[in-house]
């Protein structure tokens, strides 16, 4: 054992406050190093690696783990000190994973016993595991058994580990009742069509990556319908992937911005407010369809209150007034005949949620390419929202005039015109 991991181990079995981080089997050149790891640790000597572990299991510093399967990394299965020391420790929250030389089936088992003694405590937040193929792996649906028990991870990254469909679908299902899920990194694998739709099915993750993967419009389709039912997605980067953005970006801007009813956009989706085609941070503002989605994601991105989104994707999309005409008929009460002003306090309350949804110095042409109007003047939106205001009350007005006259002021005008004749 080097200099450098005889220190690291006195610092481990020291319960050294300064150091944060372990990074196990390090490689021959600094370009394999990861920096943010304080301490690094090698051995061909498989007893130094049960040493570290009694060591592990009595740190309480140490937050994160890096264990690389480098040329003379001798720690594996038979190393149960080691396996023990991570099942007693209660700091570290972060593992990664990496395989690089080929020793895949070695990495895999070392992997899957590193994960079952995480299960033990259960307080990892982040696994990243890198160039680590499962696709042939015997410990690939293991693995995703141990997912199951790791529900307090906020960020999973697969990369370049060779997931197919089918893996995927199983993964799927094990990470869809995590509650504190933020990050899902799945780029660089063999994930297509179907794939895509099962991530699609997921409700309760804030990123998903899955650049350079091999999905279709077919794919990319179906997650884009999904979006209308997904109030956490907030970004998605799809870049290097078999699509066209020209031939998807319609079913995006549907389902941010369905102008079907006034309910439907209400319905549609105000969460998500990145997507990354590889064609810059949004899609190609050169194309009609993409400039729209580039603008209901600024839209979305607006501010983190999505009712507000909602009404500004109203008032863009009814430029002209809203039509008042389904109120006018409403009955609250069982022997109402309809026909009162019970809806109007209701259409006020709304307008005063509007203007704060607006401010007063936003101004509409920022998003003229929401409504697909061109006729939409420019100009503050509190000015436009007055004169929509005011539409809804003439609207009222023209059509129930007889709750806006006093009866009494009715009779006078009807005795005039008999004293006339």
Same mark, same amino acid.
């Given at each position: 054992?080097?200099?450098l991991? !005889?220190?690291?181990?006195?610092?481990?079995? !020291?319960? +050294?406050?300064?150091?944060?981080?372990?990074?196990?089997?390090?490689?021959?050149?600094?370009?394999?190093?990861?920096?943010?790891?304080?301490?690094?640790?090698?051995?061909?000597?498989?007893?130094?690696?049960?040493?570290l572990?009694?060591?592990?299991?009595?740190?309480?510093?140490?937050?994160? /783990?890096?264990?690389?399967?480098?040329?003379?990394?001798?720690?594996?299965?038979?190393?149960?000190?080691?396996?023990?020391?991570?099942?007693?420790?209660?700091?570290?929250? &972060?593992l990664?994973?990496?395989?690089i030389?080929?020793?895949? !089936?070695?990495?895999?088992?070392?992997?899957?016993?590193?994960?079952?003694?995480?299960? %033990?405590?259960?307080?990892?937040?982040?696994l990243?595991?890198?160039?680590?193929?499962?696709?042939?792996?015997? =410990?690939?649906?293991?693995?995703? %058994?141990?997912?199951?028990?790791?529900?307090?991870?906020?960020?999973?990254?697969?990369?370049?580990?060779?997931?197919?469909?089918?893996?995927?679908?199983?993964?799927?299902?094990?990470?869809?009742?995590?509650?504190?899920?933020?990050?899902?990194n /799945?780029?660089?694998?063999?994930?297509?069509?179907?794939?895509?739709?099962?991530?699609?099915?997921?409700?309760?993750?804030?990123?998903?990556?899955?650049?350079?993967?091999?999905?279709? *419009? %077919?794919?990319?389709i179906?997650?884009?319908?999904?979006?209308?039912? *997904?109030?956490?997605?907030?970004?998605?980067i799809?870049?290097?992937?078999?699509?066209?953005? !020209?031939?998807?970006?319609?079913?995006?801007?549907?389902?941010?911005?369905?102008?079907?009813?006034?309910n439907?956009?209400? +319905?549609?989706?105000?969460?998500?407010e990145?997507?990354?085609?590889?064609?810059?941070?949004?899609?190609?503002?050169?194309?009609?369809? =993409?400039?729209?989605?580039?603008?209901?994601?600024?839209?979305?991105?607006?501010? &983190?209150?999505?009712?507000?989104?909602?009404?500004? &994707?109203? /008032?863009?999309?009814?430029?002209?007034?809203?039509?008042?005409?389904?109120?006018?008929?409403?009955?609250?009460?069982d022997?109402?005949?309809?026909?009162? /002003?019970?809806?109007?306090?209701?259409?006020m309350?709304?307008f005063?949620?509007?203007r704060?949804?607006?401010?007063?110095?936003?101004?509409?042409?920022?998003?003229?390419?929401?409504?697909?109007n061109?006729?939409?003047?420019?100009? %503050?939106?509190?000015?436009?929202?007055?004169?929509?205001?005011?539409?809804?009350?003439?609207?009222?007005?023209?059509?129930?005039?007889m709750?806006?006259?006093?009866?009494?002021?009715?009779? &006078? =005008?009807?005795?005039k015109?008999?004293?006339?004749?």
């Open positions: 054992m080097k200099r991991s !005889q220190d690291t181990l006195l610092a481990v079995e !020291q319960n +050294s406050v300064e150091l944060k981080g372990l990074h196990i089997g390090v490689g021959v050149t600094h370009s394999h190093r990861v920096n943010f790891y304080d301490g690094e640790f090698n051995s061909s000597d498989p007893g130094d690696y049960d040493r572990g009694t060591a592990i299991g009595n740190n309480t510093h140490l937050t994160k /783990l890096l264990i690389d399967n480098y040329y003379n990394i001798t720690l594996d299965t038979t190393n149960e000190s080691f396996y023990s020391g991570i099942r007693h420790n209660s700091s570290i929250t &972060k990664y994973l990496r395989s030389t080929g020793r895949d !089936q070695d990495i895999t088992d070392v992997a899957l016993e590193v994960l079952r003694a995480c299960q %033990e405590k259960n307080i990892l937040t982040e990243l595991i890198n160039t680590m193929s499962l696709v042939n792996s015997a =410990g690939k649906y293991r693995f995703v %058994e141990c997912l199951r028990g790791l529900t307090n991870l906020r960020e999973i990254s697969f990369v370049c580990s060779d997931i197919t469909d089918d893996l995927l679908l199983s993964m799927v299902e094990a990470i869809r009742e995590y509650t504190l899920f933020e990050k899902l /799945l780029n660089y694998n063999r994930i297509g069509n179907a794939g895509c739709e099962a991530l699609a099915t997921l409700r309760n993750v804030n990123w998903v990556h899955i650049a350079d993967n091999n999905i279709g *419009n %077919e794919g990319m179906a997650f884009a319908n999904s979006l209308s039912e *997904n109030n956490h997605l907030r970004g998605l799809i870049s290097n992937n078999l699509f066209d953005i !020209q031939s998807v970006a319609d079913d995006f801007c549907k389902s941010l911005c369905n102008t079907s009813s006034i439907d956009i209400y +319905s549609s989706n105000h969460t998500l990145t997507i990354r085609t590889g064609l810059g941070p949004n899609p190609n503002p050169n194309l009609d369809e =993409g400039a729209r989605l580039v603008s209901l994601l600024k839209l979305n991105r607006s501010t &983190k209150n999505k009712k507000h989104v909602a009404i500004k &994707k109203i /008032l863009l999309c009814h430029s002209h007034g809203i039509d008042m005409e389904p109120l006018f008929d409403l009955s609250l009460e022997d109402d005949c309809g026909q009162d /002003l019970r809806a109007l306090p209701y259409v309350a709304w005063e949620t509007a704060e949804a607006i401010g007063h110095s936003t101004r509409e042409n920022e998003y003229d390419s929401c409504s697909n061109d006729s939409d003047p420019p100009g %503050e939106e509190s000015i436009v929202l007055e004169g929509r205001w005011l539409s809804a009350i003439y609207h009222f007005v023209t059509s129930m005039p709750l806006f006259v006093p009866a009494s002021h009715m009779d &006078k =005008g009807a005795d015109k008999r004293k006339r004749r």
